[in-house]
């Protein structure tokens, strides 16, 4: 079966701080993708990144960054300097070939 | 990427009538999925709609509470039918290109 985890419901940190979001992934199959997505107050879901399952290799896109691990099943997020419009739901979620499984979603409150 | 049209944004229903909500996509798309969000939960998959075909639904969906039609590979649409207020969560619809997800703006749906 296929399965994410957040385990992080709520994380809240000030303006500035890094933080890292968590994700921890359960699947029997050896090509599958990662996303992670993002969904402000407004609930529109915002496509931040896709890893497929042979591309180990970390990514930065601006103050964000991603750490992909096979060997712990674990794609987690890290934002650098955080900003209150980083506030919103982000969810991690796995595909094989199609349809998305989405983690519960993590919480994230920036306070300025 | 695809663009993707949902309407209508939000409604408010009352218990016991049907909303069907439309998505258009600005691409010809094999399959098109729909998806369910409680208030303050993850998304959860209700079925996957192929054109020409019946749709797919996952474990707790029936058609008859969300039939789906998929006319053509641009267009699909989803029915909440006999709503009560469980049903109240905002309704996604969502599409892949090159492997990637994307995603409508979304049904607020709140059923009285």
């Known amino acids: 079966a296929q399965k994410v985890t957040q385990a992080q419901t709520e994380i809240s940190v000030v303006e500035k701080e890094d933080v890292t979001l968590d994700c921890v992934y359960e699947?029997?199959?050896?090509?599958?993708?990662l996303f992670w997505y993002k969904q402000p107050p407004s609930g529109e879901l915002v496509f931040l990144i896709r890893r497929n399952s042979f591309d180990e290799q970390n990514e930065i896109s601006g103050r964000y960054s991603w750490n992909f691990q096979k060997s712990t099943s674990s794609f987690n997020f890290t934002i650098t300097a955080s900003q209150v419009v980083d506030s919103a739901v982000y969810f991690c979620a796995l595909s094989r070939t199609d349809k998305l499984i989405f983690g519960t979603g993590t919480r994230l409150q920036v306070f300025p | 990427s695809a663009v993707i049209s949902q309407k209508p944004s939000r409604d408010i229903c009352q218990r016991g009538t049907s909303l069907t909500i439309q998505c258009q996509v600005d691409s010809q798309v094999t399959m098109m999925f729909w998806y369910r969000q409680q208030p303050g939960q993850s998304l959860t998959l209700i079925a996957t709609?192929?054109?020409?075909?019946?749709?797919?639904?996952e474990s707790g969906f029936v058609i008859d509470k969300f039939p789906i039609s998929r006319p053509n590979l641009t267009f699909s649409t989803l029915t909440v039918s006999n709503m009560s207020p469980e049903d109240s969560s905002i309704y996604l619809c969502s599409v892949e290109a090159n492997t990637e997800a994307f995603f409508g703006q979304g049904t607020r749906l709140t059923v009285v």
């Open positions: 699947t029997r199959d050896t090509t599958y993708y």
């Open positions: 709609a192929n054109q020409g075909s019946e749709a797919t639904y």
